[in-house]
T-cell receptor
């Protein structure tokens, strides 16, 4: 059974820091991995989608890596800003039924 | 391009009452998903439609939850009767074809509080 874990559960950093959020999964047989952002009271926004054949994806200040063999993904945020404050969720596409298996998220606070 | 629309945004009801949520997916998206997200947890898939057919409803509590997508476009999710533990955010998402590796686009969600 696929399980997704995100560490840390919460993170508070001063503005301008580079930071790394971690996601691990127990079954390496995935077809993709996605990072989402969720703002309070709002839905989910897809940030980056990494297919199983890819090693990383980049969008602006965000870079996500995928290491299937070790069951890990990292989301790197460069030069963090207060507007980056949100919950970041990792979801793994796994299984024949194509379900997304979700982590519990990392709550990020970037302080001015 | 308009995103996924959901209504209402907030709903407060008493236990044993009924409630319905509405979702309009992105135009042209064949696949529609309803998720339940309890505070502090990741989203849980309740039901997945491909056009107007059900692909997966294995985690839908069918004794009280129902969903339909009659014309393969918008969808309604109903809870009847509601329980306290149904308090959550109900998220609707859509994707183009439901294919492997495809991005899902989420609506803003409906926040339900059952008293």
């Amino acid at each position: 059974k696929q399980e997704v874990t995100q560490i840390p559960a919460a993170l508070s950093v001063p503005e301008g820091e580079n930071l790394v959020l971690n996601c691990s999964f127990t079954d390496s047989a995935i077809y993709n991995l996605q990072w989402f952002r969720q703002d309070p009271g709002k839905g989910l926004t897809s940030l980056l989608l990494i297919q199983s054949s890819q090693r990383e994806q980049t969008s602006g200040r965000l870079n996500a890596s995928l290491d299937k063999s070790s069951g890990r993904s990292t989301l790197y945020i460069a030069a963090s800003q207060p507007g980056d404050s949100a919950t970041y969720l990792c979801a793994v596409g796994s299984g024949n039924n194509r379900k997304l298996i979700w982590g519990l998220g990392t709550s990020l606070a970037v302080n001015p | 391009e308009a995103g996924v629309a959901q209504s209402p945004r907030y709903k407060i009801i008493e236990k044993r009452q009924s409630v319905a949520f509405w979702c309009n997916p992105i135009s042209g998206h064949a696949t529609l998903y309803w998720y339940q997200q309890i505070l502090g947890q990741g989203p849980k898939l309740l039901i997945q439609f491909q056009n107007n057919g059900v692909v997966d409803d294995s985690q839908l509590p069918k004794d009280r939850f129902s969903a339909e997508r009659l014309k393969g476009v918008d969808s309604t999710l109903k809870i009847q009767p509601a329980k306290l533990e149904d308090s959550a955010v109900y998220l609707c998402a859509s994707s183009l074809a439901g294919a492997l590796g495809e991005t899902q686009y989420f609506g803003p969600g409906t926040r339900l509080l059952v008293l």
